[in-house]
């Protein structure tokens, strides 16, 4: 109630053109600042340094896509399998594990296939040969990763260099202007220097996250590698089969 009163006084002491000017400064909503710029226009604005952030981006993005897609297919192992390979090489049917192996397209198929094709040699040759067959698989499976893992390492440090030469534009601008600075000048530089550093961030934490998923994936593909390895190695030892 009395700020109502103190109000209604304060109004009557003013011009009336002044009372006209506050009364629609009131009654008009304040709009809230938006961004008119869009997501174009704003990478434009990080820079050349934003287009080599993209490209890895998107090689990011495909070797992990690539990668989650060879290594699913490659852990796709039935629970069986080497139960049913140690039948066959107990009844001596070694053709049928051999066609059972190449049944399935995985590492530990084709390194048990590997083996099989050394019965009857040494053991110390057959362990060689599904050994060698392994590390072209385990190689097979982390080609990309290393390139993943620069990425990651690689793409801050490129926001980062955008940053340094947005900070530079920004001081050149300053030093062009005299007297006469204005946050205009700036405008370029900071856009320059904040939006190289967020694309490299962003980029960066997608690479660097792929990495350490794909690895755990590869490390988990490679313990059943092994784990199937010393099983045939096993059934080889005890229940050497004979040639059908």
């Known amino acids: 109630m009395l700020f109502n009163l103190l109000q209604s006084d304060v109004m009557q002491a003013l011009p009336d053109s002044l009372v006209e000017t506050v009364s629609t400064a009131a009654t008009t909503p304040v709009q809230p600042t938006e961004m008119n710029e ?77 083996g099989i094709h050394r019965l009857g040699r040494p053991m110390a040759d057959i362990q060689s040969a599904i050994e060698n067959i392994g590390n072209v698989e385990v190689a097979r499976l982390e080609k990309g990763l290393p390139v993943l893992a620069t990425i990651a390492g690689g793409a801050p440090m490129i926001g980062f260099l955008g940053t340094v030469m947005g900070m530079v534009q920004a001081f050149f601008n300053m030093s062009k202007a005299g007297n006469n600075i204005d946050i205009t000048l700036l405008s370029d530089g900071i856009y320059t220097a904040m939006l190289t550093t967020v694309g490299g961030l962003i980029v960066g934490i997608i690479a660097y996250f792929g990495y350490n998923w794909l690895t755990g994936k590869v490390s988990n593909l490679v313990y059943k590698m092994e784990s199937s390895t010393m099983e045939f190695i096993d059934i080889v030892l005890h229940e050497p089969g004979e040639e059908e």
């Open 38 to 114: 869009s997501l174009f226009s704003l990478f434009r604005m990080g820079g050349p340094l934003m287009w080599v952030l993209l490209l890895l981006s998107i090689l990011a993005i495909y070797i992990i896509g690539r990668k989650w897609w060879v290594i699913g297919h490659a852990s796709k192992i039935d629970h069986n399998f080497m139960n049913n390979i140690r039948d066959y090489l107990n009844d001596g049917k070694t053709q049928s594990a051999i066609t059972l192996c190449r049944k399935y397209d995985n590492p530990v198929a084709r390194m048990v296939e590997t």
